[in-house]
């Protein structure tokens, strides 16, 4: 089933084209991968699906609903979940804290209930979800530390765990690998695959392209703003014109 | 035509000095990237120091004005680059924290001011000769005539030198990108030094120019130079060209404007007001048109004087604190009736403050107007109060001092550091200016204190316990907002909006949410201030005295601790008790937030840190640009 869909995503900037013509699809318990050279335009295709960018041409469909003008904060109260590249963690609250409010920012409670003390009725399941997704991210020796505190590869997986308790049902994830070791991105592809296989639609924007072709089911190549090739791993890894722009020259 | 042309030769007198002002803010904040909120406190002080020269001293005005303007101001203006602005930038200061030590600049100047030479109007003596030429109808005077040559003299010398010199490159490299200026081989310190001695000078010249027309006060000069804020604003903080000509056009503007008359009320009130008010009129409409002050690289955010860390504060220094403040506040009812009166203002400023931690220190917004909020909830409470139960009255004081701030909340939803510090100073000073001056809405108000279900509360004990219980709410009010999901919520979007907004948290609801919060309360201890006074006094809610001293007591106090606010509030009073004047506090005030770059996190926090054992950290004080880079990103 789709959950994401992006179709003929156009976006310039100025007189220039960032992102031109541009359709990808991600599927629920489904891993997409978009790759590409430097400047090809990834970000930018993130930030038009995810809502942090406006869009100069196309539709995105949501669960079927064209949330095309709709913002961040709304798309992500529908279940689109994110990761960014430049680390965007809650610095000052505890890793539990960070979660949490991944967990309850979806609801949209009345802020006035908060103003008066008033309990939030709906905040049951919010400590069992942190507590599960603090253990599959291996987070639980740092739960109560200031976020502020910890190193860039645990900063990522705070930022997915707090995605992750949104029960998203589509996660894009942008160069979730960045500033990882070598054991931590095979934690991390684990967790991909757990969550995929949990019914959750991914779509990540990665350098490491080992790891992509390793945990993606489908891969978009971009260049210079357009669509290359897109297909299985194998298909992609072997089309020439994606060797010659990417493949190759982060190999050498 | 001769009315016209006489009106614009006053107004060109008046716009020349506005220009030279807002030249002045310009030049500094382009070399060296401060936007000097202390330029009307430093005007007025030079004023003082010239009025005491030629009027006490006998000091000849041919020596008296080139010694305050070409040698007292710009040593100032180093000094206090050397003192204050260095250490901030080699700490890599953000930029709201150097808008926070401008205020506390202005806090202390306008103290020294008025403990050196009082609160009393003086009469300044003129700089320039006034001789008159008639050219047939017309009157010309000299003065104006010397006062254009002077702008277009400092226009010209300032383009030449941030023009094709070296100078100039050195300036624009230093403001592109400091950093690499320093790197590639500028003086940033050269640039930054000219900038403050340069600005500072144009200041004093501003002071000298107005204080004759004007009678000499620590406040009104200083109000009426602030106002030329609207001239840096329209010049969007880098053209020297369109400062000069906004200055000038706004002068003659607001001089042909007399010659309007309207007889339908309530225009004619308004045109009135506006007649005297056109800059604060184009101030607020610059701030709101502009869609945004990119020169002003406003990434300033709140955030960085603000200490809080999620829940897990130190929850035994927040009980010591609220200890003290409790004994302090409870004591008073033990006292006679004389006696407790005097305390009776501390609860109503308290309640005020802490509204201004809500917005600044849990919301991450700056606001330099909180006293038109509170100002607002006291005179509407008075209003309603005639004709309705007082504690009615009192609730919709209250809503109309929220209206307003969720009417300010729009715009901060998308401006942030400077921008919206001034759009909030703006906002105080329009509100001020034309409601609560405004003699046919403020004339005449009985102020009664409210009955509590047929218990009357106009005893002194009995409002004074009144007073305690509506901070006590305030406090709940404030507790609720720093626990739970709402508090989480906050401190989400103060630390992060990209990450918030991609949780879900909708930034728009949160900011006019605190907005309305904060006003709301605003507005409740504004109206406990005009109960305590049994008056509504617009000098109580002035935009300058207290909007602006109000915001920076509470960050010198930790702009996140609703208990140091409440402590701030025990300091105003209990120093007037002491010393008589009401404007003691502002010298121990401003020297703290002066000195906050030291402590960051205010003075609590200060204190705080000391007891704890130092952890390893590196300063930025001896280390290059990349250095600090590198330890920025640890």
């Not at chain 1, 919010?126 to 020796?141: M, N, T």
């Not at chain 2, 998308?414 to 509100?431: K, M, P, S």
């Not at chain 2, 009995?462 to 709402?486: D, M």
């Amino acid at each position: 089933m789709t959950v994401l869909e992006g179709i003929g995503i156009t976006k310039r900037f100025g007189g220039r084209v960032a992102v031109e013509d541009v359709s990808v699809a991600v599927h629920a318990g489904r891993v997409a991968a978009v790759i590409g050279p430097n400047g090809a335009g990834k970000t930018t295709l993130f930030s038009c699906l995810t809502g942090a960018a406006s869009l100069d041409g196309g539709t995105v469909l949501l669960d079927g609903t064209d949330v095309t003008s709709r913002g961040a904060d709304d798309r992500a109260r529908r279940g689109l979940g994110r990761t960014f590249q430049r680390l965007s963690v809650f610095g000052s609250l505890s890793v539990a804290d960070n979660l949490l409010v991944g967990a309850e920012a979806a609801r949209r409670t009345p802020l006035w209930r908060g103003l008066l003390g008033l309990p939030d009725r709906r905040a049951s399941g919010d400590a069992g979800r942190v507590d599960r997704v603090l253990a599959l991210l291996g987070l639980e020796d740092v739960r109560d530390q200031e976020a502020r505190t910890l190193s860039t590869g645990r900063l990522r997986l705070v930022e997915l765990g707090r995605a992750l308790c949104g029960e998203p049902r589509v996660l894009l994830l942008d160069e979730p690998a960045s500033g990882l070791s070598d054991a931590e991105t095979d934690g991390l592809r684990a967790v991909l695959r757990a969550v995929a296989d949990d019914g959750v639609a991914v779509l990540l924007v990665e350098h490491d392209v080992r790891l992509v072709l390793d945990v993606a089911d489908h891969v978009y190549a971009l260049a210079q703003g357009r669509m290359l090739s897109s297909g299985t791993p194998d298909e992609v890894a072997a089309d020439p014109a994606v060797r010659s722009a990417y493949l190759d020259r982060t190999r050498s | 035509m001769l009315l016209t042309l006489q009106l614009a030769l006053a107004g060109l007198a008046f716009g020349s000095v506005a220009a030279l002002s807002g030249i002045g803010l310009v030049v500094t904040y382009r070399a060296t990237g401060v936007f000097n909120l202390a330029h009307g406190a430093v005007a007025t002080l030079i004023a003082y120091v010239h009025w005491e020269l030629v009027v006490r001293q006998g000091v000849p005005e041919a020596v008296a004005a080139p010694l305050c303007v070409l040698v007292l101001a710009p040593v100032l203006g180093v000094l206090g680059y050397r003192a204050v602005f260095r250490p901030l930038q080699e700490r890599d200061a953000s930029p709201a924290e150097a808008l926070v030590t401008t205020l506390g600049l202005f806090v202390l100047v306008v103290g020294f001011t008025t403990v050196l030479w009082g609160n009393g109007a003086k009469r300044a003596p003129a700089v320039f000769p006034t001789a008159r030429w008639d050219l047939g109808d017309l009157t010309i005077r000299s003065d104006t005539v010397v006062q254009l040559g002077v702008v277009g003299l400092v226009a010209i010398v300032l383009a030449v030198l941030t023009g094709p010199t070296r100078l100039g490159a050195d300036v624009r490299a230093v403001v592109d990108r400091r950093e690499l200026a320093q790197l590639s081989g500028v003086d940033v310190d050269r640039v930054n030094q000219l900038g403050w001695a340069v600005g500072t000078a144009l200041s004093a010249i501003t002071g000298l120019l107005l204080a004759p027309s004007l009678s000499l006060t620590p406040y009104g000069l200083t109000l009426v130079v602030l106002e030329t804020f609207a001239i840096p604003v329209l010049a969007r903080l880098s053209s020297l060209g369109v400062a000069t000509v906004a200055g000038l056009g706004l002068g003659v503007a607001q001089a042909e404007l007399t010659q309007v008359h309207l007889t339908q009320e309530p225009f004619a009130t308004a045109l009135q007001a506006l007649q005297s008010n056109l800059l604060v009129v184009a101030l607020l409409a610059g701030l709101l048109l502009l869609p945004s002050l990119r020169e002003v690289g406003d990434a300033g955010k709140a955030r960085s004087f603000s200490s809080r860390r999620g829940r897990r504060t130190s929850r035994r220094r927040s009980v010591v604190l609220y200890s003290i403040a409790a004994v302090m506040l409870a004591s008073p009812l033990g006292y006679p009736a004389e006696q407790l009166r005097q305390a009776q203002a501390v609860p109503g400023l308290a309640v005020v403050l802490v509204s201004i931690v809500v917005l600044t220190g849990y919301g991450g917004r700056i606001s330099l107007g909180h006293a038109g909020f509170a100002g607002l909830g006291a005179l509407f409470f008075a209003k309603l109060s005639s004709g309705a139960p007082e504690l009615v009255a009192l609730v919709g004081g209250m809503l109309a001092a929220g209206a307003i701030g969720v009417l300010t909340g729009y715009p901060a939803i998308r401006r942030r550091g400077l921008f919206l510090a001034l759009t909030t100073f703006a906002v105080g000073v329009t509100v001020s200016r034309f409601v609560f001056e405004s003699p046919s809405l403020t004339s005449g108000i009985d102020v009664h204190r409210p009955s509590l279900f047929g218990l009357s509360l106009a005893g002194d004990h009995t409002f004074y316990a009144f007073e305690l219980a509506c901070l006590v709410i305030a406090l709940l009010v404030v507790r609720n907002l720093r626990s739970g999901p709402l508090g989480r919520a906050l401190l989400a979007a103060r630390d992060s909006e990209p990450g918030a907004r991609a949780s879900g948290l909708d930034i728009g609801r949160i900011t006019l949410f605190t907005f309305a919060v904060s006003a709301v309360m605003a507005g409740l201890g504004g109206a406990l201030l005009a109960q305590t006074t049994l008056s509504f006094d617009s000098h109580a809610f002035d935009p300058v005295s207290s909007s602006l001293v109000w915001f920076t007591a509470v960050v010198v106090f930790g702009a996140d601790s609703a208990a140091g606010a409440v402590l701030a509030s025990g300091l105003f009073v209990a120093m007037q008790l002491v010393t008589g004047s009401s404007d003691a506090a502002l010298l121990p005030i401003g020297l703290l937030a002066v000195l906050l770059g030291r402590f960051p996190g205010g003075v609590l926090a200060g204190l705080g840190a000391a007891s704890r054992p130092a952890t390893a950290t590196v300063t930025g004080r001896r280390l290059t640009p990349t250095g600090r880079a590198l330890v920025r990103q640890q």
